[in-house]
């Protein structure tokens, strides 16, 4: 279904749309002390969800939510890709996944991330609760810029402190 959503009414998964006019409407000055609105960093068990139309609730809520606050990190990107190779369906699964992509920005795994791994790895391992290794790069890429990470695996993330994180689905 969240497939179709895709090829078919490809609008519909992008986000509410912006007017085309000429004019913009005037927007209230922004106050200093207001928090900037959050950036949220899909996991991959959300990005399949929506992709297979598992979760029409996680669907709904990624198109109510503006494309612009929306990322994928590089790790998720590579978990897709691997993914949608593995069956026998791989062309038709990698078209589905170029048009996902195309909709949502995607973040890298940098430095700031790779030292964000190393805490976050200390910490996980010596509080006796490791979490596997992609869910810990994705952990660390979102702690790293401050994102809200959306996945329904809150058990396992839910192990980094300090990690921001909210399921779609509950």
């Known amino acids: 279904m969240a497939g179709r959503l ?14 085309k ?4 409407p005037a927007r209230a000055p922004r106050d200093p002390l207001e928090k900037p609105p959050a ?9 399949i969800r929506i992709l297979n139309g598992s979760s029409e609730k996680l669907a709904a809520r990624l198109r109510e939510t503006p ?19 593995r069956g026998s ?10 048009g996902f992509f195309a909709s949502i920005a995607c973040v890298p795994f940098d430095d700031a991330c790779a030292e964000e791994y190393g805490v ?23 702690r790293a810029r401050d994102f809200v990470l959306v996945t329904h695996n809150t058990r396992e993330f839910s192990r980094v402190a300090g990690l921001q994180i909210e399921d779609w689905e509950a």
């Open 6 to 19: 895709l090829r078919e009414d490809r609008w519909r998964l992008e986000g509410p749309a912006t007017p």
């Open 21 to 24: 006019t000429k004019t913009r």
């Open 39 to 47: 950036l949220y960093l899909l996991d991959a068990n959300a990005c």
């Open 67 to 85: 494309r612009s606050l929306v990322r994928l990190s590089s790790i998720v990107k590579a978990e897709l890709l691997y993914g949608a190779r």
């Open 89 to 98: 369906q791989a062309p038709a699964n990698l078209r589905l996944l170029a």
């Open 120 to 142: 976050i790895r200390n910490e996980v391992e010596r509080a006796g609760t490791p979490i596997g290794p992609n869910d810990l790069l994705i952990a660390a890429t979102a």
